[in-house]
């Protein structure tokens, strides 16, 4: 990834709450047919000696063959994509003075490289799921929860999946929020992103440009 020293971030929780916040992340691997990707859902783990910038955990279903590679390659790269936006020139001051300014579009982005480890651990798995059920139906009005399901349903289910765990040797964060613009024209996109009807991130991309860093939840 193209990355100037203005746009660099390198702060592991701000890099953890970008991941927590947009958790889809697309795994980029090789397979034996070339280049493929699949988009799962994550959670991150703190830090350890073996994995010095977290571990990301999600799972797959049985019947793809994402899980097969492990212990064939060496890396795999997964993307999340935090909020972003097209920026119109019309925000920035020297529109006014010369007119010679043009579109740009900002936006946050994890890179996480690592090796791939396949999980068929049973315990292991229900953990996982209870886990990320628990994170996502935070926001319901009333949570559902794994216990909800009979419990042989469940473990039919979790004989379907299996669990992937990728110990992050590398995480980098890419944030192009204008820094290369005065502090004038970035004052004046953000808040013209907070005030725009545009469709998208164009709110979040505003609170993140006015210092509002992800923070590990």
């Known amino acids: 990834m193209y990355m100037p020293a203005?746009?660099?971030?390198?702060?592991?929780?701000?890099?953890?709450?970008?991941?927590?916040?947009h958790p889809?992340?697309?795994?980029?691997?090789?397979?034996?047919?070339?280049w493929t990707a699949d988009h799962l859902p994550f959670e991150i783990a703190a830090p350890t000696p073996k994995a010095p910038f977290?571990?990301?955990?999600?799972?797959?279903?049985?019947?793809?063959?994402?899980?097969?590679?492990?212990?064939?390659?060496?890396?795999?790269?997964?993307?999340?994509q935090g909020p972003h936006s097209y920026i119109t020139p019309a925000w920035y001051a020297e529109k006014q003075a010369s007119g010679k300014v043009v579109p740009t579009y900002?936006?946050?982005?994890?890179?996480?490289?690592?090796?791939?480890?396949?999980?068929?651990?049973?315990?292991?798995?229900?953990?996982l799921v209870v886990r990320l059920t628990a994170r996502h139906e935070a926001q319901q009005a009333a949570p559902w929860s794994v216990a909800d399901a009979p419990a042989g349903y469940i473990d039919k289910l979790l004989a379907a999946i299996v669990g992937i765990e990728i110990p992050l040797t590398r995480l980098t964060g890419?944030?192009?929020?204008?820094?290369n613009r005065t502090a004038e024209d970035q004052s004046r996109m953000a808040a013209g992103l907070a005030a725009s009807?545009?469709?998208?991130?164009?709110?979040?991309l505003a609170a993140l440009m006015t210092g509002k860093a992800y923070k590990q939840l």
């Open 6 to 21: 203005s746009f660099r971030e390198e702060r592991l929780d701000v890099l953890h709450g970008l991941i927590t916040a």
């Open 174 to 179: 890419k944030w192009k929020l204008g820094q």
């Open 54 to 80: 977290g571990t990301l955990r999600a799972h797959v279903a049985r019947a793809n063959p994402l899980w097969r590679t492990t212990g064939v390659q060496q890396d795999t790269l997964v993307i999340f």
């Open 24 to 34: 889809l992340g697309a795994l980029v691997h090789q397979d034996k047919d070339g």
């Open 197 to 204: 009807g545009m469709p998208g991130d164009a709110q979040a």
């Open 106 to 127: 900002n936006y946050a982005v994890v890179h996480g490289h690592g090796p791939l480890r396949a999980i068929t651990d049973r315990a292991w798995l229900l953990a």
